[in-house]
């Protein structure tokens, strides 16, 4: 796809890196600018400011570890040392003038940076007001990391901050599943083939499934869980993103703008849930975990039924639902087709038979997969439903920071979050915020508390299995 004009930016000559001392620079970023090393797209001076006191050195030893640690380790020392040596290090309070004044001396000559603000949402304006106080957001552009806020007003007053200090087509809002290779796919497949169109929408389409499940608990991340739960966490932009790829309408031209438009429309036009839309559950064992209240009520799983009402796909419900502690870690998106209207054979509508469908098996080990029911052999008109699967995996695709690092460097927001979008979702999810009953227990390994299969009734889960074949 051609970026649109208004997309695409002159190139920056440096990526500042706020947190550079973080978890998240361990786990994610260090990782990918390596890969972006790697592959020859990071030649620009990376410096990373922290409050840590440390020194150059002590950066690169733990960027080092990091990389050691990642899938793949260091198999490319070449372009270790290339990395290695674009680093800098500023060491300073976020709230002190100074640190930003040793941050432009670091930058010399650099003329267009990217401000990375891998730091908590509350510093957003301390260290945007620093970048403004030193002139650091003069041709300059900010990348910033979801949560987008916490509800609708926290979401716009979080971009009042960050639009004191740079005007919106500098802005890089960063969801990493916009950046994976199955979800960009979402948005290929559909367009890219045209047998999908005509059955594509609410005469066909009975229902949509959307599940991202974790076999994993919160992994000591307890404290941070208290202050976001699964809704904020993963439900209001990773699922909804999923949703708009798959509900919006065909853009009007080539370009990622017209994308991110018709991404939208499709919020725009989500019916605001209700506290009968939604199920909340909780695992047992969650309240014990470091940082937990003892009677926490914060949900660890989440199910919701949506519509939305556009003339696309008005009564079909869609179905959300995400959780820690399940039986499987997978993402699976499974769009169900009405039975035909007439049946010539009773095999194919006994109660418990499933209709036709189309499986996106997002992760792990991508499938794009179609449903359909096949005669037996012999005289009789009896059948099976059987899928047939394309496996997806692409040898040495770019990963999420990868990608979405390297675009933000070159000015391409394509895969960004836009802010009528972010004030959009939460509108959706604005009356349930408070107004919900209890979560509901599940033991660690189901999936999740009975209460959700009665919300999807007379109709069942589609339970991802990772490691074996999806049943029919």
Not at 85 to 90: D, G, N
Not at 389 to 398: H, I, K
Request: hydrophobic share 45%; glycine share 8%.
């Amino acid at each position: 796809m051609i970026p649109d004009s208004d997309d695409q930016q002159a190139a920056a000559d440096a990526l500042v890196f706020f947190g550079a001392t973080g978890d998240l620079a361990h786990k994610m970023i260090f990782p990918a600018l390596y890969r972006m090393a790697k592959r020859g797209t990071l030649k620009v001076p990376v410096v990373g400011v922290a409050a840590s006191k440390w020194d150059l050195t002590q950066l690169r030893d733990y960027a080092r570890d990091a990389i050691s640690k990642a899938d793949g380790g260091v198999d490319d020392p070449d372009a270790l040392d290339r990395l290695l040596s674009l680093l800098a290090y500023v060491a300073g309070d976020y709230g002190d003038p100074d640190t930003f004044s040793a941050l432009r001396h670091a930058l010399g000559d650099a003329k267009r940076p990217a401000h990375y603000l891998a730091v908590p949402p509350g510093l957003f304006p301390t260290v945007v007001e620093g970048l403004v106080g030193a002139g650091l957001n003069q041709d300059a552009r900010v990348i910033i990391e979801k949560p987008f806020g916490r509800d609708l007003a926290s979401a716009k007053e979080l971009n009042r901050v960050v639009r004191s200090g740079f005007e919106d087509h500098a802005i890089f809002r960063i969801d990493h599943y916009l950046g994976k290779e199955e979800i960009m796919n979402l948005l290929y497949f559909r367009f890219a083939n045209s047998f999908l169109e005509p059955i594509w929408n609410r005469n066909y389409v009975a229902s949509v499934q959307i599940t991202l499940a974790e076999q994993f608990g919160v992994q000591g991340r307890g404290a941070f869980y208290e202050t976001a739960g699964c809704l904020r966490d993963v439900v209001e932009n990773h699922l909804f993103q999923v949703v708009a790829l798959l509900a919006m309408e065909p853009p009007a031209y080539q370009g990622m703008a017209a994308v991110s438009s018709e991404k939208f429309n499709v919020f725009k036009a989500m019916r605001p849930l209700a506290a009968d839309d939604i199920v909340r559950g909780q695992f047992v064992g969650y309240r014990d975990e470091v940082g937990v209240a003892k009677d926490s009520d914060v949900e660890t799983f989440y199910a919701s039924r949506m519509f939305i009402d556009s003339w696309r796909w008005a009564g079909v419900p869609w179905y959300l639902r995400s959780g820690k502690a399940l039986a499987g870690t997978a993402a699976e998106v499974v769009v169900e087709f009405k039975p035909p209207p007439q049946s010539l054979f009773d095999d194919a509508v006994q109660e418990d038979a499933r209709g036709n469908y189309l499986r996106f098996r997002l992760s792990p080990n991508p499938v794009i997969a179609l449903a359909a029911r096949v005669k037996r052999a012999g005289e009789e008109y009896v059948g099976d439903q059987h899928e047939l699967a394309l496996l997806n995996a692409q040898p040495n695709e770019e990963q999420p920071y990868e990608r979405l690092l390297g675009d933000a460097l070159a000015g391409e927001g394509g895969l960004f979050t836009r802010e009528d979008s972010v004030e959009a979702a939460w509108t959706v999810v604005e009356p349930v915020l408070d107004n919900h009953d209890r979560a509901h227990s599940y033991p660690s390994g189901s999936w999740g508390p009975e209460e959700a299969d009665a919300l999807i009734a007379p109709a069942h889960w589609h339970n991802p299995m990772p490691d074996q074949p999806s049943p029919v």
